[in-house]
């Protein structure tokens, strides 16, 4: 007879307690960036990523609109100061040479303190009257005499030619684009200080940063700036744009994220971490593509010219410098031009990602850009170049020779800027921080050697090379340009009045400096386009800058976070780039209402075993994502105990069953039902008794022997023997058997057994998958085959299971069935 109980292991899920779940957060706009905020003071950062910080914080006179119109903004009104008026009149300043600036009532400070006339007169000033030590706004200042109050509200500013002191009209005064700083923070600080020492930051302020603009810094932001992984803003829930246009932005928090790789932002992207970013070119076409496929939801992207009018050029220096300056010749540097295939360069180093350079100021902005005619253009000939440069007195020395030289009938020889016999070679400059520009440099070393010009490049920090091009000693090197959208930022940057400043090459020439002076003067916008015209048109002819490419800004955001990103083709000035203050878009954008809760997973990390069991300790990890508002936290509890915040991957160790629950909220309250996880471990083998030898009673033909086996944890699953070393055979499953005892259908034939020592070995295996074994010898005697010891069966009895273990007490029977009748089923 045999009994067997498999004992149940049975549970009910807890439903979680989750009453205490925090209120729900702010809206949070993130912005992913490749470039760092390289200092929080704005007359100090050179990245595009700290401009777009200081519009965010900062405000300017006036703004740029999606189209790059010029907005209102501190000013709600200017223009120049009508001639008859009494001071015009007084002073005898010619008509457009002052302007005046009404100002909002609305406006304060970030620390409350409200902002007034005072503030803008101290800013313009500031700026103007030390202009050599105030450098970063020097476009603007260059021109700027003094500023005065008029009043609370208005405050003139007096237009001048610096290098005759005279009064002069200017057409750019309604763009003056310099961040307003606070008078009342400022005015014991000195200038060289602010320009170079000043950290940003007021210590003992609150908040940390005063400006006016739309988003205010949190107490974090120096320490957050220091360890450069994002910087947090909140909206200023004081800011004048609502009183004065009713406009508000309708988000809590931005956040800018700094990334080193290309594919962790990609990530951020497509898991929820971030709302927009602007990527490397091959990362963002993959991202463009899976769009494109339906492979990637949620997602939408753009790809056009910078609004910052952004452009890489070749920029070849203009100063006497070096014991080689042959690049001084016009027919090198046109040559130089005739050989750079710009087609090439946007195809395959842009990716596609760019239109081909040409002129100082970017197409993106259509009022002022000049695009040279068919005459003008130099189209990529290399025959053409090298016949050029065989005319003009650089040859080769001799026949099969690879570099061309100096002769004595070229202009580099007649105006001693190099030696006869010189060899035609030049040195180039090369950002480490944009891979594409080594291998730009690389393709043109090539390409310039078929002009038998040598080319050697050398790859840099841009701060090095920065402050090798303002020392004005090199060669050429590969560089940008971004600019306002009025021209005069950009026209002045390559004038006489720029150098030892912003112009970088040294370039001039009376054409360029006569057109672009009329320009700035020139209030009629009609008459000053055919300046500004002539003006880029005479620094394309003279070729000190190769203008390359002008790169399209590559973003991608999500729809499905906020709405309101517009169409950037037709306000290319929506764009997070645009950084002159109150961009329209954070105006416009409205977060999309969060109904879904987060997805958590968990993952376990162990020993699997047999059935679902785990034979050694567990340790559990959950991960979280959210698609909209972002994760807030993650609880977890064990057995039905209490919830815990999950922090760290937890580990269960003990044996037996437990139930692993968890969940997630996210920051808008939205929270997950609670999932379970069922988690099963046995890490002890079943127990097995020796066999032992009931009896052994040769006259009536039967031998027994009996063990024990059980397991306290997962239960027994398979009984095994094997005889004599043969393979084990099964004694099928427990939860087959019943209460009654039937043989096997598993038999033991001992017939051909030889007389003598066996060898019984038994395996007993439990539902985790762990085994556990033990063996008998036996010895079977001449009397056995006497009493005629036949086919025998092997019978398993199973009894005394209790509380939570499986024990089963099996008896091998060895008898023999009756002569002629097959073995019993």
Request: proline share 5%; hydrophobic share 40%; net charge negative.
């Amino acid at each position: 007879m045999a009994t067997l109980f498999m004992m149940s292991l049975g549970y009910a899920f807890v439903a979680a307690d989750v009453s205490g779940a925090d209120e729900p957060e702010e809206t949070v706009l993130r912005i992913g960036f490749m470039q760092k905020v390289d200092s929080l003071n704005p007359n100090m950062g050179l990245t595009d990523a700290a401009h777009v910080f200081y519009g965010l914080v900062y405000d300017s006179l006036q703004s740029v609109g999606g189209d790059f119109g010029t907005e209102t903004n501190l000013a709600i009104g200017w223009g120049p100061v009508s001639a008859s008026d009494p001071a015009m009149v007084a002073s005898g300043e010619p008509f457009g040479s002052v302007w005046g600036f009404n100002l909002t009532d609305n406006a304060q400070w970030h620390d409350g303190e409200p902002f007034t006339a005072d503030d803008v007169v101290f800013t313009i000033n500031l700026n103007a009257q030390n202009y050599n030590e105030m450098w970063a706004y020097q476009p603007y200042a260059y021109f700027i005499d003094y500023a005065e109050k008029i009043n609370d509200r208005t405050v003139r500013v007096h237009f001048f030619d610096r290098d005759t002191g005279d009064p002069m009209p200017v057409a750019f005064a309604e763009s003056l684009f310099l961040p307003m700083v606070p008078e009342h923070m400022m005015r014991e600080m000195t200038p060289p200080d602010i320009a170079f020492s000043w950290t940003g930051v007021f210590e003992d302020s609150d908040p940390p940063i005063v400006g006016t603009g739309p988003f205010m810094a949190t107490e974090n932001i120096y320490q957050e700036w220091l360890d450069g992984d994002q910087l947090t803003l909140v909206r200023n829930p004081n800011y004048h744009w609502g009183p004065d246009k009713g406009l508000y932005v309708q988000f809590d928090k931005l956040v800018m994220y700094f990334y080193d790789d290309a594919t962790a932002m990609s990530l951020a992207l497509k898991t929820g971490g971030l709302d927009i970013a602007q990527f490397p070119p091959q990362t963002y076409n993959a991202i463009k593509t899976d769009v494109q496929s339906g492979d990637l939801d949620d997602i939408d992207t753009f790809d056009g010219l910078k609004c910052t009018q952004y452009w890489t050029e070749i920029s070849i220096n203009k100063n006497t410098a070096g014991d080689n300056q042959f690049r001084l010749d016009p027919a090198v540097r046109q040559a130089l031009a005739m050989a750079t295939d710009k087609t090439y360069i946007v195809d395959n180093h842009y990716l596609g990602l760019a239109e081909e350079g040409s002129t100082l100021i970017s197409p993106v902005n259509e009022k002022w850009h000049y695009e040279p005619t068919a005459d003008e253009l130099y189209n990529f000939d290399i025959e053409a170049a090298s016949q050029l440069l065989e005319d003009a007195g650089y040859r080769y020395p001799s026949d099969g020779a690879t570099w061309r030289e100096v002769e004595a009938d070229s202009l580099a020889a007649q105006e001693m800027w190099a030696l006869v016999g010189d060899k035609c070679a030049l040195e180039m400059m090369i950002r480490r921080e944009f891979p594409e520009e080594r291998d730009i440099a690389a393709f043109l070393e090539s390409q310039w050697a078929l002009l038998g010009i040598d080319l050697e490049y050398e790859v840099m920090d841009e701060a090095t090379l920065g402050t090798m091009a303002y020392s004005y000693g090199y060669d050429t090197m590969i560089w940008y340009w971004s600019a306002d959208p009025d021209p005069n930022f950009m026209l002045f940057s390559q004038s006489i009045k720029a150098w030892n400043g912003w112009n970088d090459n040294m370039y001039t020439s009376d054409a360029y400096e006569e057109n672009y002076s009329l320009s700035v003067m020139e209030l009629d916008p009609v008459t000053r386009k055919v300046y500004t015209d002539n003006a880029q048109r005479e620094n394309y002819r003279d070729a000190y800058y190769i203008i390359l490419a002008y790169p399209h800004q590559t973003y991608a955001w999500r729809t499905d976070t906020f709405t309101g990103w517009g169409d950037w083709s037709e306000e290319p000035c929506r764009s997070i780039d645009a950084f002159w203050g109150g961009n329209p878009i954070y105006f416009d954008l409205e977060p999309v209402p969060d109904v879904d809760p987060p997805t958590t997973y968990a993952s376990v990390s162990t020993a699997d075993g047999d059935n679902d069991w785990y034979v050694s300790s567990a340790e559990i990890h959950l991960s979280a994502s959210d698609d909209s508002s972002g994760i807030d936290y993650t609880k977890y509890r064990v057995d039905g105990g209490a919830w815990q915040d999950y922090t760290e991957s937890v580990e269960i160790a003990t044996d037996g069953f437990h139930l692993f629950q968890y969940y997630s909220a996210d920051t808008v309250g939205n929270i997950e039902d609670v999932q379970a996880l069922e988690v099963k471990i046995d890490t002890d083998a079943p127990l097995l008794w020796t066999l032992q030898v009931d009896g052994i009673d040769f006259d009536s033909s039967n031998v027994t022997l009996a063990w024990s086996c059980t397991d306290f944890i997962s239960g027994i699953c398979l009984v095994e023997v094997s005889l004599d070393d043969d393979e084990y055979q099964g004694l099928d499953n427990f939860t087959t058997w019943t209460s009654e005892f039937d043989p096997l259908s598993t038999y033991l034939d001992l017939t051909e057994a030889e007389v003598g020592d066996h060898l019984l070995s038994v395996r007993v295996k439990d539902n985790a998958g762990l085994v556990s074994e033990v063996s008998l010898n036996f010895t079977i005697s001449s009397s056995s085959r006497i009493l005629g010891m036949t086919p025998l069966a092997l019978g398993l009895l199973v009894a005394a299971i209790a509380g939570v273990a499986a024990t089963a007490a099996v008896l091998v029977m060895l008898r023999a069935p009756k002569r002629g009748s097959p073995p019993s089923p």
